[in-house]
């Protein structure tokens, strides 16, 4: 059981754009900021998005963060089949004093 | 740029010690939190802990009592051991370079830099 709640997956169409969320509380995302991770099939993650809304170098701007409250949403714009992939949130939890993670979800691109 | 490579065996016996090296090319070690991260077959990622450049560490309590990290900064080289590990620590194991702060009361904690991983299996 993961400390982040996604939902398992999403889907949408090439050239569609879809929207992952994670959710979680006071002690993580309520009052730290969320990074996002790309896990492409067979390959290690990569990051996407740090400090809620930031990319790094790199990233194309399809790619977007934002938080509010206690959850976090991840946009991509433009689908390719080349985003077909997992993605995970992460956080840091002051309770656990532990770095956390979502379950991650599964985006197909139909 | 930063590349990070992560090797031991890829076999280990139950209740044995789990040790895992990370070697760090083309960048500095220092001023970075080195984590390590692992992820069970078809399961996501789970924090084990980190090592800062100085030797602070920082372990995820549900692993605390089995984790031991260490650093050597003149090899540029990381270590992780495990002990006392069993089947449910079959994972890909990965050396990840992280960054951890606060900024305005908020803690912002994310890794930029992963290596390809490294599948330990843990059986008899």
């Known amino acids: 059981q993961s400390v982040l709640t996604q939902p398992p997956s999403v889907s949408a169409a090439p050239g569609q754009k879809v929207t992952i969320s994670c959710s979680g509380s006071s002690s993580n995302i309520g009052n730290n900021y969320v990074c996002w991770y790309q896990q492409l099939p067979g390959t290690a993650p990569k990051l996407l998005i740090y400090e809620n809304d930031k990319r790094p170098s790199g990233i194309p701007d399809r790619f977007s963060g934002s938080k509010s409250g206690t959850s976090s949403t991840l946009g991509i714009t433009g689908l390719q089949t080349g985003d077909e992939a997992d993605y995970y949130c992460g956080t840091w939890d002051n309770s656990l004093s532990a770095g956390v993670f979502g379950g991650g979800t599964r985006l197909t691109v139909l | 740029q930063v590349q990070l490579q992560e090797s031991g065996p890829g076999l280990v016996k139950p209740s044995e010690t789990l040790s895992l090296t990370c070697t760090v090319s083309?960048?500095?070690?220092?001023?970075?939190?080195w984590n390590w991260i692992r992820q069970p077959p078809g399961k996501g990622l789970e924090w084990i802990g980190y090592?800062?450049?100085?030797?602070?560490?920082h372990y995820n309590p549900s692993l605390k009592s089995r984790v031991t990290m260490s650093v050597d900064t003149s090899n540029k080289k990381l270590s992780l051991k495990l002990s006392s590990v069993t089947p449910a620590d079959t994972a890909m194991y990965y050396c990840?370079?992280?960054?951890?702060?606060?900024?305005?009361?908020?803690?912002?904690?994310?890794?930029?830099?992963w290596g390809k991983g490294t599948t330990v299996t843990v059986s008899s």
């Open positions: 083309g960048d500095s070690i220092s001023r970075f939190h």
């Open positions: 090592i800062y450049s100085s030797g602070g560490t």
């Open positions: 990840a370079r992280g960054s951890l702060g606060a900024t305005g009361g908020s803690y912002y904690f994310y890794m930029d830099v």
